[in-house]
């Protein structure tokens, strides 16, 4: 449930319209907290899908 809300949040605050990847393309460039957290997101729903 934690991670669902931080994909939420993550969507709501980058305007992710995208209705099939949940985060949307991963940033162009390197925008430090923007791209750390797409990744560290990425990371978890990998992690989730392996649990499955």
Same mark, same amino acid.
């Given at each position: 449930m934690d991670h669902a809300a931080r994909v939420l949040a993550h969507r709501v605050t980058y305007r992710i319209t995208d209705q099939? $990847? /949940?985060? !949307?393309? /991963?940033?162009d460039t390197y925008v430090p907290r923007r791209t750390e957290w797409h &990744? +560290?997101?990425? +990371? !978890?729903? &990998? @992690?989730?899908? $392996? /649990? @499955?």
């Open positions: 099939v $990847l /949940a985060l !949307g393309a /991963a940033p &990744r +560290e997101l990425v +990371e !978890g729903l &990998r @992690r989730w899908q $392996l /649990a @499955r």
